[in-house]
């Protein structure tokens, strides 16, 4: 290389090397918006990059307590190239939070003042102790003057009440006065101790913050998209449910309940809510083959199964539950854990070598699901198979809500209500009396949801022309389905039961009983109401007993099941007393007549 070329190389070098590197940028972004799961949410932040073009750090600030470092993302947008993404914690003085930091403000006042009211009280004890030798000292004084000549008793009355004045005023004024004030201090102390610690959760004393590196191409600056999964943060469904007085038009306000202790605001955000399972591994396990061989069982002593599962010889139904029931719990926390990528291993797994996290729940997986397979191939007896059916790690449907507008969501240990849609059905009206459980009869109605949104499972509380009903529960509801809701007691109407007849008689060696019951409807209302009328046979086990209803008047429903009887009538108005209206049915009973009748416990307890 020539020398001049040389030089030049060298000064463009030490030019190189004298340009100072571009500053760290901190800024918190905002937050745009925020999608919450059962248990998580995903936030996305905005983030603001200024120029000039080049290298440089964006340090993401305030990051919440609650977040989960594993889910960070930055994505290039609009002129912003990620580089790198880099999380740390700092420890500082103070939390960070402005909420928090008001707080801890507060409480330092108010200890500040409880220190000030506990010297107070200190001065008006050493007052009290000089008053009183100060009264002593009169007392001495007095004593020994009172046999001389200047004696002066009026001068030592006016001494004595003002030590006695001065004594009152202590005790009363200042003491009794100054720890009722402490007290009243201490109360306020321990209040926002509790706020204190319900904000924060517990003493956040570190700064949580992202260290993206970037290279901003356009000079006037541009913006990138921050993702963080953050713990507590879930939601679950509910429901207003409101008739007109013609019930004519229902409408289903389907709410949310949503419950944000983030740690941090989220101000004017899109809202979405969802069912899913936020999942940062995207690859399904690796299934390894399963090797099996043979193996003289131990006699002698308790022994060991192949992975030390149990006791050798047969296994009894409680061990195979137990057992099987571990392992399905096992594989569910490793399911759960491989889609997070979190780095905890379910109990009782170690890995001998480094692997990738993916790697190490996949190999734990195959373990547990072999000793599953072992277990079923050894197992020897009937088992239920209801106690130990492996249950999914999110049930039921998988839906998301994106709401309309923006909302804001502060963190607050409360559940907040967010109204996801009203949603108009059409309904059907009907009466419902079941006299053999109540005399009340309640008013109900069949819901479509003809809407294009699944309604998730939850509370409801229902609405009649405006005043409330009562509370209740709907299953999850799919599209095209229909529901039921109840309206609550119909005051107009009553329903009862009676036993008109019990006849027994003796043919060969069975005994024959017919009943005959009575079901009376009365209105008191001045129209006409619709009712769906319910009784119920008893049913048989077996071939011991030989059931046969005899008569209806009227004739049951075809809507009628195994040992329910359902009649549909119309009850007209003011149908009272001797005028109710009225349901006659008679059954037959045959059985042994040396054997007596007995119930047995529901099958759907």
Not at 193 to 209: F, H, I, L, P, W
Not at 242 to 250: D, F, H, I, L, P
Not at 326 to 335: A, C, D, N, P, S
Not at 428 to 445: G, Q
Request: with cysteine; glycine share 6%.
């Amino acid at each position: 290389m020539k020398p001049i070329q040389s030089a030049s190389v060298l000064i463009l070098l030490i030019l190189c090397l004298s340009v100072p590197a571009a500053e760290p940028i901190s800024v918190k972004g905002t937050v745009d918006a925020a999608t919450v799961y059962r248990g998580q949410a995903l936030v996305t932040r905005l983030v603001e990059v200024s120029g000039p073009v080049g290298l440089r750090e964006v340090v993401v600030t305030e990051l919440p307590q609650s977040i989960v470092p594993g889910s960070i993302y930055a994505e290039s947008a609009n002129g912003v190239e990620i580089r790198s993404v880099r999380y740390r914690e700092r420890p500082v003085m103070q939390d960070v939070r402005a909420e928090v930091r008001k707080l801890d403000d507060q409480i330092r006042k108010i200890e500040d003042a409880i220190h000030a009211k506990n010297r107070e009280v200190d001065i008006s004890r050493s007052n009290g102790i000089y008053i009183d030798s100060l009264g002593n000292f009169i007392a001495i004084t007095a004593n020994n003057q009172a046999s001389k000549a200047d004696f002066n008793p009026k001068a030592i009355q006016e001494m004595t009440r003002f030590i006695f004045e001065q004594r009152e005023k202590v005790v009363q004024e200042q003491e009794v006065k100054t720890s009722q004030e402490i007290r009243d201090l201490k109360e306020q102390f321990e209040l926002l101790k509790r706020q204190r610690d319900t904000v924060a959760g517990t003493n956040a004393q570190s700064v949580r913050e992202a260290v993206v590196f970037v290279n901003l191409s356009v000079s006037k600056g541009g913006r990138f998209k921050f993702q963080y999964l953050v713990n507590n943060a879930s939601w679950s469904a509910s429901y207003n449910i409101r008739a007109n007085a013609e019930r004519k038009e229902v409408t289903v306000e389907y709410n949310a309940s949503v419950q944000q202790m983030s740690g941090e605001e989220w101000s004017d955000v899109a809202m979405t809510l969802s069912t899913a399972t936020p999942s940062l591994t995207a690859k399904a396990p690796k299934l390894e083959p399963l090797t099996i061989a043979l193996i003289a069982p131990r006699t002698n002593g308790p022994g060991m199964m192949p992975g030390g599962m149990g006791p050798s010889g047969p296994m009894d139904d409680k061990f195979f539950v137990e057992q099987k029931s571990k392992l399905l719990r096992q594989q569910r926390e490793l399911v759960s854990n491989r889609a997070m990528n979190m780095p905890a291993q379910a109990e009782g797994f170690t890995q001998q070598v480094q692997r990738a996290p993916q790697d190490r729940f996949d190999a734990d997986l195959n373990v547990v699901a072999k000793d599953i397979q072992v277990l079923e191939m050894m197992s020897e007896g009937k088992f239920s198979k209801s106690a130990v059916r492996p249950a999914p790690v999110d049930e039921g449907v998988s839906v998301t809500y994106q709401l309309s507008g923006r909302t804001t969501l502060p963190s607050r240990s409360d559940q907040q209500i967010i109204q996801i849609a009203a949603l108009p059905m059409k309904a059907e009206f009907y009466k419902m009396a079941i006299p053999v459980l109540t005399n009340y009869v309640y008013e109900e109605a069949s819901l479509t949801n003809e809407s294009k949104t699944v309604l998730l499972a939850g509370p409801v509380a229902t609405y009649l022309a405006g005043q409330f009903v009562g509370n209740g529960a709907i299953p999850t509801v799919a599209i095209g389905e229909n529901i039921t809701v109840g309206f609550g007691i119909d005051p107009s109407l009553r329903a009862s039961r009676e036993l008109v007849e019990r006849k027994e008689d003796v043919q060969g060696g069975n005994r024959l009983v017919d009943f005959t019951y009575r079901l009376a409807l009365e209105n008191f209302g001045n129209a006409p109401a619709a009712m769906r009328l319910f009784d119920r046979l008893p049913t048989t086990r077996g071939t011991d007993i030989k059931l046969t209803l005899a008569s209806a008047n009227p004739k049951t429903t075809d809507e009628s099941k195994k040992g329910i009887l359902r009649w549909d009538v119309k009850v007209p108005g003011q149908t009272l007393g001797s005028k109710a209206l009225n349901v006659e049915y008679k059954f037959r009973l045959e059985y042994d007549k040396q054997m007596i009748i007995t119930g047995l416990p529901s099958s759907n307890p």
